[in-house]
């Protein structure tokens, strides 16, 4: 996008500010401005070693989820999304604990998993034991056969922590519109699965918050982020939010925006979804309060004509020409035919303005 602007208008003074809302490039959005790379050895959503790429600042870091028990290109089996497991995640945060960071980020997007947080309990200490007093196995089927569970060791690594869960959805764990009904299916699970997966939610839900005094925290907004594992997260005592506005202040994003005269921000698609936390729309809502009014630039856009957003405009590149959507080449181009008419339209006699 930078280049997009310098390449339009020479005159105009631009400032580049890579953003996040808790999904992929989280961890690469920090890095980027300045905070430390750290890797810790852990386990992925398949119980395979390897090692996950955290940012560091100071005593603050961030665990992104997606690059621990992510989605990615995956095409998961049924069978795969009913086993996945957010452990590796909890391995991560107790050995983030264990090395005394006190302010830890968990930034949810992009996950494989709808395992209640279920395996990040367990890294922690949870105890989850059946009917009979054994220890139940990772994802659905343990979350089926789950009778009791102890979350008081995982409660007490977290006790001394600031634990922010950013949430790049607004869902619920369970209910209508919960994790399983609304994302267990581009995770591999067919429609039996789902029924399962938003039963075993339900109980679990059931079993563990009368224990901390958390009732209901499994209908709270973003508690299904990451297939309930904000709502683990939040039985612990950590906060829900959403991830747009975590990653803006966390990268001070409104010294950037604040004075300029235009903000332009972009995402591949835009939809119903984005309005739920996405972070183009928590940069808008954030330029909005600040007096600058914000264009986003898309691939396609397919919000209904009467959706409520913090835009100025919005430009589909797909309107201009469909084939961009497998044109790199073209979308680089469209994309700087759009700028141009972007700052020509809004900045048409300023210079050294900040877009």
């Known amino acids: 996008m930078l280049a997009a602007v310098q390449?339009?208008?020479?005159?105009?003074?631009?400032?580049?500010?890579?953003?996040?809302?808790?999904?992929?490039?989280?961890?690469?959005?920090?890095?980027?401005?300045?905070?430390?790379?750290?890797?810790?050895p852990t386990t992925d959503v398949a119980g395979v070693p390897i090692g996950a790429q955290v940012a560091v600042n100071d005593r603050h870091a961030i665990i992104e989820v997606a690059s621990i028990c992510g989605?990615?290109?995956?095409?998961?089996?049924?069978?795969?999304?009913?086993?996945?497991?957010?452990?590796?995640?909890?391995?991560?945060?107790?050995?983030?604990?264990?090395r005394g960071f006190t302010d830890i980020t968990l930034a949810l997007g992009g996950s494989a998993t709808t395992d209640g947080g279920s395996g990040l309990l367990?890294?922690?200490?949870?105890?989850?034991?059946?009917?009979?007093?054994?220890?139940?196995?990772?994802?659905?089927?343990?979350?089926?056969?789950?009778?009791?569970?102890?979350?008081?060791?995982?409660?007490?690594?977290i006790a001394g922590l600031s634990l922010t869960l950013a949430c790049d959805v607004d869902t619920p764990m369970v209910g209508p519109d919960g994790s399983a009904e609304m994302f267990a299916r581009q995770k591999g699970a067919d429609d039996y699965t789902v029924g399962l997966m938003s039963q075993a939610l339900e109980r679990f839900a059931a079993i563990v918050e009368p224990q901390v005094d958390r009732e209901g925290t499994s209908g709270l907004a973003g508690s299904g982020a990451a297939g309930g594992l904000a709502w683990a997260g939040a039985v612990l005592g950590g906060r829900i939010r959403s991830g747009g506005d975590v990653f803006l202040e966390l990268l001070d994003a409104e010294s950037v925006i604040r004075g300029a005269s235009l903000v332009i921000t972009g995402e591949g698609c835009l939809d119903e979804q984005s309005l739920r936390g996405k972070a183009p729309v928590a940069v808008a809502a954030m330029a909005a309060?600040?007096?600058v009014p914000t264009i986003a630039i898309v691939g396609s856009n397919r919000l209904p004509a009467s959706a409520d957003h913090p835009f100025l405009s919005v430009v589909a590149l797909d309107r201009f020409d469909p084939s961009c959507a497998t044109d790199p080449v073209l979308t680089r181009t469209l994309?700087?035919?759009?700028?141009?008419?972007?700052?020509?339209?809004?900045?048409?006699?300023?210079?050294g303005a900040h877009p």
């Open 122 to 157: 367990r890294a922690l200490g949870a105890v989850m034991l059946d009917a009979r007093g054994e220890p139940v196995g990772e994802g659905l089927d343990g979350l089926r056969a789950c009778a009791t569970v102890d979350v008081s060791a995982a409660a007490d690594v």
């Open 289 to 291: 309060r600040l007096g």
């Open 335 to 351: 994309l700087e035919r759009a700028t141009a008419r972007a700052i020509a339209a809004h900045l048409p006699t300023q210079t």
């Open 7 to 40: 390449a339009s208008a020479s005159a105009v003074v631009a400032d580049s500010l890579p953003i996040a809302d808790g999904g992929d490039g989280s961890v690469a959005t920090a890095l980027s401005r300045g905070w430390a790379e750290m890797v810790l």
């Open 71 to 98: 989605l990615g290109a995956r095409r998961p089996t049924v069978a795969q999304a009913a086993d996945a497991s957010t452990r590796g995640v909890g391995v991560v945060l107790r050995k983030l604990a264990d």
